[in-house]
């Protein structure tokens, strides 16, 4: 047996998530398809996480363990040939046998794009959510920072059992424009079901003035999700990588 | 009458080009629709030019003269209320009723991308033409200022009858290479039919090896279709601006 990872690209338009679902296309299933194909015997992954229906990802990470001795070097050409042109595998390495893409996971980081202006704009719209209300980019730089940190990030987590953990450590929040173009970057230890798309939404509240730095901490002390802001958009948000 | 330009941003994808057709969607129809819709009369539009089908644009100009006393920014707003996605107007201009749209244009921008890698990039795709071959970008770089000046571009015409004036003038051609990503910037008087797609094919072959410099000085002396390197896909190119 031998073990890999995978880094994986894909634009999850066309998809319902990176999980596999019986009666849907998914990311994980044209993966095991392509990996049983090429590797010539059923190929189960793991992943380092679930991906939201639309959501796109440019380093999602998946390791699966093989008979198979082809040279990488094919199975990532194999690969390219047998995935649909939405999915590509853009590099192949072999990992120890006891690699785990999920539990070995250290941090993550998400990118989430927005087109700040009332005129829509085509070229954009698959990889970004259009805001039309003015922003103050000042304010929400100073509230991303509130995220930094420790926290309980419940209030942000789209459904969370009451025993879940959902305590999670961002290391940093990047707030850049670009003209119209605004892009968030965070960078954690992992992020709750919806946790950036919901974070993403408040500090858009924060821009339009609707919320102020006191609310999103009042959020954050409280843990109450009906407090916070909309969930932004699937297609905004694009998963960057998975640090090891 | 007042007469106006307007700047359309499109995802060309899904279209038959520029030009209004019969039996196939095309990015002047669904203006012309649009137009009739929110001015409420019959309108026929000016373009400053055509593309081609699958041919993208960030800044296309077209002109049209109307009854309608309606504001510009309600105009602008009806206009993107009623178009499709993938078209968007960009501005709304107010212009003397001489303006047209074809002949008053000074310059054209065109911008051709390639992703040079053997891995493909789904995230690039819908904007960007594969290249899997390996590119010498220094060789490219200097067999494109081969093609600045004014020069008879037959050899890169598509389909250029006889009588045909295919005299053109290149301001500038600029190449950038950043990561896997080329771009080659073209800003000209005027382009012929496929010529931005087939200075692009034949620079390709210049980064290849396939083509020395000597051999575009050749194809460009000789006028000889032929002689020069295949059309550059249609997705890879967009329309950036159109200077009056």
Redesign the interface.
Known sequence: MKTYKIIV???GTDYYGFQRQKKHPSIQSELEKALSFVLNEPIRIVSSGRTDSGV?A?GHVVSFSTNSDIERKNM??GL?AALP??????RVIRVGDDFHAQYDAKRKSYRYHVWNS??????R???SYQYTYELDIEKIKKAAKLFVGKHDFRAFAAKSRDKENTVRRIYDVRVSKKGNNISFTLEGDGFLYNMVRNIVGTLLYVGRGKFTEADVKTILRTKTRSLAGPTAPAKGL?LMRVIY
């Open positions: 690209e894909y634009d796109h440019r990532l050409s390219n042109n939405d999915i590509s595998v853009k009332p005129v829509p704009s085509p070229l719209s698959r990889y694009m």
